[in-house]
């Protein structure tokens, strides 16, 4: 293991690590934000002689809505809001997780099975990740670690994946000598996510945050997934990247997330397959007189979404590479038609009196007026939705927006070419 990061005689290694990191224009922020860091690190744990320091980044789902989980197409960036940490090492075999304004986490390194009774709780994430990497001999210590994050929780920046990749990548350079790459530090992630805090993820999330930089992911075969780089600038094409909370809770919709992959299975299993890639589009249009009596119309609506939503993610790449930023805007207004019309996403069941990502969608769509484009964001349900935004509409689009939706609520993004990284 190996910690090199003196708080007291390396901060300028630092100062310009963080420069390289985030770029001129934020380097004075970021800056004072890692002092916040160390900080509280050291109020929380005692002074350090030798720390490491690392980020990963949240992400934006910019294409490919719920198509992961069944091994489709994805377009993905990791966004300007990350989850930072300052580690020390503790002496012990006990790993000590202190997130800003939340109880600390600890984990014994003696005791890494999975536990029912922290199922959707941080220490069941550095459980499994712990756990996985232990299964591969990793000769595992316990650390002391201060996190701080501005990833918007239930922004669907992907908070919590932010969190695993942050995770995975100290373990990994800690104590596995770095020997996995960004992609299976995803996975990782993934495992843990699925494994021990209980949720039943994609992919998507993960990759978005530990590999950085605008991607695009095909999940044919989710063990070894392609990934390829999109360079594109989207400040050149005049418009904001926004994400807008809608003010929705996640909370008590694990049912409705869990529906969606549970009502596909249905669709798959008719074919005695696991998921939809497998399945041949021509053979599922061929069964729909069956599938709608074996699984119902919102299962075939979904599935059709999902087809669908695969060849629009592969045609806005080919729009993005070609430079022609106006058929991308038409493929995403596409996007978020599918998520809300087929896909279902948009309002929960039942739900009548709270709409709230329903009324942002419309309320978005009024005020662009034809320009730009918005759509549901990540999971759905609840959250946030993803609108691009023309520059010279931007400022009194973010006012009428947090007019109805509350101060704060419209964040303009910009994507990070670098995933989960360490610092110092």
């Known amino acids: 293991m190996e910690y090199v990061f003196s708080p007291v005689n390396d901060f300028a290694k630092l100062e310009a690590?963080?420069?390289?990191?985030?770029?001129?224009?934020?380097?004075?922020?970021?800056?004072?934000?890692?002092?916040?860091?160390?900080?509280g690190m050291?109020?929380?744990?005692?002074?350090?002689?030798?720390?490491?320091?690392?980020?990963?980044?949240?992400?934006?789902?910019?294409?490919?809505?719920?198509?992961?989980h069944q091994h489709g197409r994805v377009l993905a960036g990791s966004v300007d809001l990350d989850v930072i940490a300052a580690v020390a090492p503790s002496g012990d075999r006990t790993i000590r997780v202190q997130s800003e304004g939340f109880p600390m986490a600890q984990v014994d390194l003696d005791q890494l099975e999975a536990r029912p009774e922290e199922v959707n709780t941080s220490v069941s994430i550095i459980r499994g990740i712990a756990a996985w990497f232990q299964r591969q001999g990793c000769r595992l210590e316990g650390f002391s670690a201060y996190v701080t994050s501005n990833v918007l929780k239930g922004s669907g920046l992907s908070s919590s994946a932010a969190f695993e990749v942050l995770v995975g990548n100290i373990i990994n350079s800690l104590f596995f000598d770095g020997r996995c790459t960004p992609i299976q530090l995803a996975q990782i992630g993934q495992y843990a996510e699925n494994v021990y805090f209980g949720k039943p993820s994609g992919l998507l999330d993960q990759m978005g945050s530990s590999v950085g930089g605008m991607v695009t992911i095909d999940f044919k075969d989710n063990a070894n997934p392609a990934v390829e780089r999109v360079d594109f600038d989207f400040a050149a094409t005049g418009h904001a990247l926004c994400i807008i909370d809608s003010g929705a809770d996640h909370a008590d919709l694990t049912d409705e997330y869990a529906a969606v992959p549970g009502e596909l299975g249905e669709i798959c299993a008719h074919f005695g397959k696991s998921v939809l890639r497998e399945v041949p589009e021509s053979e599922f249009y061929a069964a729909l007189p069956v599938l709608r009596r074996k699984a119902g119309d919102r299962a075939v609506l979904r599935a059709i979404h999902i087809y669908e939503e695969n060849r629009r993610v592969g045609a806005q790449v080919e729009a993005l590479r070609r430079n022609d930023f106006d058929g991308f805007l038409s493929l995403i207004r596409a996007s978020g038609l599918s998520s809300w019309r087929c896909l279902q996403n948009v309002v929960p069941a039942g739900y009548t009196h709270h709409q709230e990502v329903a009324l942002a969608l419309t309320l978005c769509e009024g005020l662009l007026g034809g320009r730009g484009a918005c759509r549901v964001h990540g999971g759905g349900f609840a959250g946030t939705i993803q609108a691009f935004v023309p520059l010279d509409m931007l400022d009194g689009f973010r006012v009428e927006m947090e007019r109805v939706l509350g101060d704060g609520a419209c964040h303009v993004l910009t994507i990070r070419p670098t995933g989960g990284v360490r610092l110092a």
């Open 17 to 39: 690590a963080i420069a390289g990191l985030y770029g001129s224009t934020q380097a004075p922020r970021q800056t004072e934000r890692y002092r916040g860091l160390l900080r």
């Open 42 to 68: 050291e109020e929380t744990f005692g002074p350090g002689e030798r720390l490491a320091v690392f980020s990963a980044p949240g992400r934006t789902e910019i294409g490919g809505n719920h198509t992961d």
